[in-house]
């Protein structure tokens, strides 16, 4: 068929510009820097391990500098990687179920989960609340169609010094401004020593786990450290469907690290770390919990496939499924990632009171996914299955990052400061053309690439709802920063601290979608799911170039920080503080008219005591509370499409609703953080570990609608002021008991450890909530009932004085059966879906240590 041209590009933004001349000098003098500094090669200062404990102290670089953990006037939490190890952690997800105040949103995967710290959580894109950093450089950037983890995969928790969880606003001395907090995994520095190891373990669903990490000092100015960690485990979940694996959620991936220590004069050093990451798994799948069997239109007037879901239900209650038996309808799911990251850290003592150091960093992520995201196999029109291109995967992602810090002291040492700026970029590999997605909603799908699908369809055929779909959206980001901070000694005892940081943030996204109307043949019709539809659209607008929108958003703004510190001997610290937070502003181009949504602001007061204690009984106590006042809150609107002939006004129906952010909330969230730790004659250990949360919506706003497009009616929101927020337990708390053994020294050292951890109810999703109120379901499964889990572990190191370890571990031990989110597809399909925890796992490690 011959078409007329289509017409040009639909814009909407002046795209990226420059900005002022304060941050063209910026650029100027962080590339400069980075040419000059990080060629220079400087040799290692083996200092004491960041997170290890060093004479009694826990040694960490929540300020950007080593100092005593008991020092800090921030909450936080410490993990040694013997404890990441103990618990079986194999991925920064897993951190939460030990941490409290952080919580995870696995909705769609471990390796795509969100973190939240205080209530302060991610939805959808937005940007992370919780900063995750490597080697004091932030996780790459990865962004889809669907949330991704920022830093939460696996393959990072091997050969650590430590894991750092800091709670509470970090904005003022990292990179990227973070509300909720921040978490360092902070990787084993090379050492002048020949040293390493060699592991192996098995443990039930046929897990089998491989680690090897050798150190070699090369010269007396170069030291080198690589480690290898391949992990492979079946999954738990069992696919009753006949469709696709047998197993989901299953574990399988490598991950590689090289370290470079080198030196040229003793005060110049260089510190390069290579990684290398790659993850192949069946990913998860919602497991059916109920359907609403009410006649007629279900809530929202969306229940399309109800009756499909109900028969579910009807067939795994035939069978009598198990708990962890599922139904998946994808015939070959999967999840597959790939990330290598170059960080470059030289560090330059300029003086006794002046060092200089500069971070750079250059990483590649890309993800490709497949599998239908809720869960429903009921009937032979799954709700949504999304898939990559045929050549291309959904997120192909560079991000390159460069932080010039100057750190120093004055005034015979009663002014600690430090100053730099921050340089972001990250744009798709390829381009527009660099990532796409197909997605097939209400269609059974053939060959979705080909667009042979079947329909489906209402009114005899006259609304046809199915439909196969192009996406390339793709995101570029800028960030920018410059800071300083310092603390003053006004006396012996008390302690001023300032902070300011300010931040630019560009994000921009060329988003081009397509829909097509399919059939078993082929493509019926094109046209554009969003922008204007050209005349006498044809095959060409799935080519891409022809249904493009552009949107950029621009957001600044200034953080900080004021503390005193009160410090009445070398064992007590009092703080107080008030700090100003942070979230840039962002874009969902399908959210439409209100693709982009405003910057986020956050208030917190602080007040803590830490303390440390010695004699029979020695150890730490620390205690903080907090208020936080959230304002212009990023939250997730909820707004089922429109029917014709049902919805009132509907005239321009789209294929699905929106699951989209608008600015609508304001919050208040205060609570109390506590942690202890006590050694009784030096062979019983008991760690404690507490925090209470009341977070509540305070204030909102009404979101935008087109009732021509949306049913607006039945929008689900943070709608009612006193409701709860996403992912915020109100108690939650952990403890760890570890006893050794009183053996002979040529024996080993044996130590016998278990945890146990609680967290409380939460709520994840209005729309459920809302269902349940109404009394459509018979429970509310947007609220995550209590979790508690207990883990054992039995350690014993050096078997009878020979380099050996070995270790045997079990993880929930009482084999609680839990679900860590719920669904939200009562208003879309009818039904709803919960997504399960692991169940108890557990296994044996042996360990050949080298020159240790």
């Known amino acids: 068929m011959q078409s007329k041209a289509c017409p040009p590009i639909q814009k909407v933004g002046k795209g990226f510009e420059e900005g002022n001349e304060m941050r063209k000098n910026l650029v100027k003098l962080a590339a400069l820097s980075a040419t000059a500094m990080s060629a220079v090669m400087a040799v290692p200062a083996y200092a004491a391990a960041e997170g290890a404990e060093s004479d009694g102290a826990i ?16 909450s936080m939490t ?17 951190l939460a179920a030990y941490t409290p105040s952080l919580t995870v949103n696995s909705r769609f995967g ?11 959580s991610q939805e959808l894109n937005t940007l992370p609340t919780v900063g995750v950093y490597f080697a004091d450089v932030i996780a790459p950037r990865l962004s889809s169609n669907i949330t991704s983890g920022n830093g939460a995969g696996v393959g990072n928790m091997f050969d650590l010094q430590s894991v750092q969880v800091l709670k509470g606003p970090q904005g003022t001395l990292f990179g990227r401004n973070t509300t909720g907090g921040a978490i360092l995994l902070v990787p084993q520095r090379p050492t002048g020593e020949v040293e390493g190891y060699v592991e192996g373990t098995y443990g039930n669903y046929n897990q089998a786990r491989a680690q090897a990490v ?43 690290r090289l370290s470079i220590l080198a030196q040229i004069t003793p005060t110049l050093e260089n510190y390069t770390i290579g990684t290398f990451i790659k993850s192949d798994n069946n990913n998860s799948v919602g497991r059916v919990a109920f359907c609403n069997r009410t006649p007629g239109v279900g809530p929202g007037g969306r229940a399309l496939i109800r009756q499909d879901i109900c028969n579910q239900i009807d067939r795994q209650n035939a069978r009598g499924d198990g708990f962890f038996d599922v139904e998946n309808s994808h015939p070959d799911p ?124 209402l009114f005899g055929g006259a609304f046809v709802v199915g439909s196969a779909n192009i996406a390339r959206n793709v995101y570029s980001y800028r960030s ?42 082929g493509a ?61 502003g962002g874009i969902n181009e399908s959210n439409i008219g209100v693709e982009t949504w405003q910057p986020e602001k956050l ?106 497009t949306y049913d607006c009616a039945n929008a689900t929101f943070l709608s009612n002021v006193g409701s709860l927020l996403p992912y915020t337990p109100k108690h939650s708390f952990t403890a760890t008991v570890s006893y050794t053994l009183p053996l002979d020294e040529s024996l080993g050292e044996v130590r016998i450890g278990a945890t146990f951890s609680h967290t409380a109810d939460q709520f994840v999703s209005p729309a459920n909530k809302a269902a349940f109120d109404a009394g459509v379901i018979p429970f509310d499964s947007g609220i995550v009932p209590a979790i508690d889990l207990l883990n054992l572990n039995l350690n014993w190191d050096s078997v009878g004085g020979s380099p050996v370890d070995i270790a045997l571990f079990m993880t929930n031990v009482t084999n609680n059966k839990y679900y860590v989110a719920g669904g939200t597809s009562l208003t879309t399909i009818g039904g709803d879906f919960l997504f399960l925890g692991q169940p108890r796992m557990f296994g044996a490690r042996v360990r050949f240590n080298i020159g240790q």
């Open 59 to 74: 040694v960490v670089t929540a300020r950007r500098f080593e100092e005593n953990a008991q020092d800090v006037p921030i």
């Open 603 to 708: 208030d917190t007061y602080e007040l803590g005591l830490k303390m440390e204690f010695r004699g029979t009984v020695s150890g730490r106590f620390g205690i903080t509370g907090f208020w936080n006042e959230f304002s212009n809150q990023q939250a997730t609107v909820v707004i089922p499409a429109c029917i014709p002939t049902v919805t009132p006004g509907c005239t321009m129906p789209p294929s699905v609703g929106i699951n989209g952010i608008q600015n609508v909330g304001k919050s208040r969230i205060r609570g109390v953080e506590a942690d202890a730790s006590f050694t009784f004659f030096d062979s019983l250990r008991l760690d404690l570990g507490y925090a209470f949360l009341d977070a509540k919506v305070t204030g909102t706003n009404t979101p935008i609608c087109d009732s021509r």
């Open 214 to 256: 050798l150190n070699i000092p090369v010269n007396d100015s170069i030291s080198v450290r690589g480690g290898l960690d391949w992990n492979k485990r079946n999954g738990y979940l069992k696919n009753q469907s006949g469709i696709g694996p047998k197993d989901m959620a299953d574990l399988q991936y490598i991950s590689a």
């Open 334 to 457: 999967f999840v597959r990632s790939r990330t290598w990251q170059v960080i470059n850290t030289t560090t330059w003592e300029a003086s006794d009171n002046l060092t200089i150091k500069n971070i750079f960093s250059y990483a590649e992520a890309k993800e490709a996914y497949a599998y239908n995201i809720v869960g429903d196999n009921g009937g032979p029109f799954p709700f949504v299955e999304v898939n990559p291109g045929p050549n291309t995967p959904q997120g192909n992602q560079y991000t390159w990052t460069e932080e010039l810090q100057f750190q120093g002291t004055a005034f015979n040492d009663r002014l600690t400061w430090q100053a730099g700026g921050y340089l972001e970029r990250s744009k798709p590999i390829g381009g527009n053309g660099g990532q796409e997605q197909y997605t097939g909603i209400f269609a059974d799908c053939s060959d979705i690439h080909q667009f042979q699908c079947s329909p489906l369809s």
């Open 78 to 94: 410490v993990f040694s990687q013997e404890e990441i190890t103990s618990r079986n952690i194999s991925n920064s997800a897993e």
């Open 480 to 521: 920018e920063g410059l800071y300083a901070q310092g603390t003053y000694k006004l006396t012996d005892q008390f302690s001023l601290t300032g902070g300011f940081r300010y931040t630019w943030d560009w994000q921009d996204v060329n988003a081009d979608n397509v829909r097509i109307t399919p059939s078993p043949a």
């Open 524 to 584: 019926v019709s094109f046209s554009c799911t969003r922008a204007v539809t050209p005349a006498a659209p044809d095959a060409r607008l799935a080519l891409g170039g022809f249904c493009t929108r552009t949107f950029v958003q621009k957001s600044s703004a200034p953080t900080w920080l004021i503390g005193l510190d009160f410090e009445p001997n070398d064992d007590v610290l009092i703080f107080a503080k008030y700090s100003r937070g942070y979230r840039g």
């Open 110 to 120: 471990p390796e795509k989960a969100s973190f939240s710290i205080r209530g302060f």
